[in-house]
């Protein structure tokens, strides 16, 4: 007899649909996986024996093959563990085999029988509801998991134990309760700075429209705060835009059962030194990048020019389909990666060119160079480009209270809308103004 559960592959935030197939049959005593697994499914061999060993279970004394279908698809990390004891216990009758046809089922099992948190569950449970089935996931794992749909089931049990009692009818476990978001702290706003009245207007424009924005400036005129202050003016994230950035930020474990659903806009601002990978997404894994978890947020580079150009050359793709795609010998992974772009650089390597008070000992040449490191094609994909001035003692003494960050939101808020509406008139799926192409432009 074959006991059977379905459970998930990763590719990208997307889960693929396994089914976990366990036979035990006459022959050699052991336990053999098969379905191209890699060192951490292996290794769950030792951690399902110790575990029902811990529940006062045992293996038989028999063949045990565990086939992880279908078997051309590579099976990464330890999410398999939880539909492998389940198929397992499903074969020495201590559950019912029928019962686990509608489960797909995720989570690490410790030795003790209790079940570790692992990445992904909010990703595990949209594929669960697409192919119409319930979802058995690690308690850790259930207010996150909650958020994909009101009407899916889900068990989330602390350890074997209740899970086994919960399949036989004994103690029904409560469906979780999705997590309670804590927001982050105030943000900067643009109250506190002082001037840069055309530079915050470009700001707004840039809010409003989704457009990328590059601000040149000499050092200490208030680029990075600038940017810092550009989330607080974004419109609140739509339930669609928070679920996109959670799986991801689940994918990457960035999510704590406090914060594992994710409703403010992402601010990212890697240092120059970062390379492709840690940009665009990689490694042995395939982990999204900072392009990826800065999906329906903001982007912040500092000192532009400073990144290696191979790796700015890398945000072409991004910035103009969406998506980050990493490619491997035997497959491709995609990452969602809608971002805004805000870079903010010197006007050379030394900040004093078109200083009025200091002279770039350069000249011209140490300007040309290094603005010259920026690829022409990056360029122009960044859409408003703003010179930022050092701000006067006048305006740094100035007792006149600036513009607030709110006052400049309901200006960004009403514009979003007027663009939504416009777009939605002439049919189209588009939300702002950056992602119009110059076929609708005469249209608008």
């Given at each position: 007899?074959?006991?059977?559960?379905?459970?998930?592959?990763?590719?990208?935030?997307?889960?693929?649909?396994?089914?976990?197939?366990?036979?035990?049959?006459?022959?050699?005593?052991?336990?053999?996986?098969?379905?191209?697994?890699?060192?951490?499914?292996?290794?769950?061999?030792?951690?399902?024996?110790?575990?029902?060993?811990?529940?006062?279970?045992?293996?038989?004394?028999?063949?045990?093959?565990?086939?992880?279908?279908?078997?051309?698809?590579?099976?990464?990390?330890?999410?398999?563990?939880?539909?492998?004891?389940?198929a397992?216990?499903?074969s020495?009758?201590?559950?019912?085999?029928e019962?686990?046809?509608?489960?797909?089922?995720?989570?690490?099992?410790?030795?003790?029988?209790?079940?570790?948190k692992?990445?992904?569950?909010?990703?595990?449970?949209?594929?669960?509801?697409?192919i119409?089935k319930?979802?058995?996931?690690?308690?850790?794992?259930?207010?996150e998991?909650?958020?994909?749909?009101?009407?899916?089931?889900i068990?989330?049990?602390?350890?074997?134990?209740?899970?086994?009692n919960?399949?036989?009818?004994?103690?029904?476990?409560?469906?979780?309760i999705?997590?309670?978001?804590?927001k982050?702290g105030?943000?900067?706003?643009?109250?506190?700075?002082?001037?840069?009245?055309?530079?915050?207007?470009?700001?707004?424009?840039?809010?409003?429209?989704?457009?990328?924005?590059?601000?040149?400036?000499?050092?200490?005129?208030?680029?990075?705060?600038?940017?810092?202050?550009?989330?607080?003016?974004?419109?609140?994230l739509?339930?669609?835009?928070?679920?996109?950035?959670?799986?991801?930020?689940?994918?990457?474990?960035?999510?704590?059962?406090?914060?594992?659903?994710?409703?403010?806009?992402?601010?990212?601002?890697?240092?120059?030194?970062?390379?492709?990978?840690?940009?665009?997404?990689?490694?042995?894994?395939?982990?999204?990048?900072?392009?990826?978890?800065?999906?329906?947020?903001?982007l912040?580079?500092?000192?532009?020019?400073?990144?290696?150009?191979?790796?700015?050359?890398?945000?072409?793709?991004?910035?103009?389909?969406?998506?980050?795609v990493?490619?491997?010998?035997?497959?491709?992974?995609?990452y969602?990666?809608?971002?805004?772009?805000?870079?903010?650089?010197?006007?050379?390597?030394?900040?004093?060119?078109?200083?009025?008070?200091?002279?770039?000992?350069?000249?011209?040449r140490?300007?040309?160079?290094?603005?010259?490191?920026?690829?022409?094609?990056?360029?122009?994909?960044?859409?408003?480009?703003?010179?930022?001035?050092?701000v006067?003692?006048?305006d740094?003494?100035?007792?006149?209270?600036s513009?607030?960050?709110?006052?400049?939101?309901?200006?960004?808020?009403?514009?979003?809308?007027i663009?939504?509406?416009?777009?939605?008139?002439i049919?189209?799926?588009l939300?702002?103004?950056?992602?119009?192409?110059?076929?609708?432009?005469?249209?608008?």
């Amino acid at each position: 007899m074959i006991s059977r559960i379905s459970t998930i592959a990763f590719q990208g935030i997307q889960g693929i649909p396994v089914e976990v197939q366990v036979m035990v049959s006459p022959g050699r005593v052991g336990v053999q996986i098969v379905g191209l697994a890699d060192k951490a499914v292996i290794e769950s061999r030792e951690r399902i024996q110790s575990a029902l060993y811990s529940c006062g279970l045992a293996l038989p004394s028999k063949r045990v093959t565990i086939n992880l279908s279908t078997a051309d698809l590579p099976k990464e990390g330890s999410h398999y563990d939880l539909p492998i004891i389940l198929a397992l216990m499903a074969s020495i009758q201590a559950i019912s085999s029928e019962s686990l046809s509608k489960y797909l089922a995720i989570g690490e099992i410790n030795l003790d029988g209790s079940l570790a948190k692992i990445n992904g569950s909010l990703s595990a449970a949209i594929c669960a509801k697409n192919i119409k089935k319930d979802l058995i996931c690690p308690q850790s794992c259930g207010s996150e998991a909650a958020w994909a749909s009101d009407s899916l089931q889900i068990i989330a049990p602390s350890n074997i134990l209740e899970l086994i009692n919960h399949l036989n009818n004994k103690k029904i476990i409560p469906r979780p309760i999705k997590s309670i978001y804590k927001k982050r702290g105030n943000l900067p706003n643009f109250a506190d700075i002082k001037g840069q009245k055309g530079v915050k207007r470009a700001l707004e424009i840039a809010a409003a429209g989704g457009h990328n924005l590059l601000m040149i400036g000499p050092p200490g005129s208030g680029k990075s705060m600038l940017a810092s202050c550009l989330p607080s003016i974004l419109p609140p994230l739509s339930l669609e835009e928070s679920i996109e950035v959670s799986m991801i930020y689940s994918m990457f474990g960035q999510t704590s059962y406090e914060y594992s659903f994710v409703q403010d806009r992402p601010f990212r601002s890697p240092h120059h030194s970062a390379t492709i990978p840690s940009l665009i997404g990689g490694g042995t894994q395939v982990l999204p990048g900072e392009a990826s978890l800065a999906h329906n947020g903001v982007l912040f580079l500092d000192e532009f020019p400073e990144f290696s150009p191979h790796t700015l050359n890398a945000l072409r793709q991004p910035l103009e389909t969406g998506e980050c795609v990493i490619a491997r010998a035997n497959r491709k992974i995609t990452y969602p990666s809608r971002i805004q772009l805000i870079a903010a650089m010197n006007p050379c390597r030394c900040g004093m060119s078109n200083k009025d008070e200091d002279v770039c000992i350069r000249g011209p040449r140490c300007a040309i160079e290094y603005q010259a490191r920026i690829s022409g094609p990056l360029m122009d994909r960044i859409d408003i480009r703003i010179a930022v001035p050092a701000v006067p003692a006048s305006d740094l003494f100035a007792t006149q209270q600036s513009e607030t960050s709110e006052e400049i939101t309901s200006r960004v808020l009403l514009a979003r809308e007027i663009q939504k509406n416009r777009l939605e008139k002439i049919g189209s799926s588009l939300k702002y103004n950056a992602t119009c192409s110059s076929v609708l432009i005469p249209i608008c």
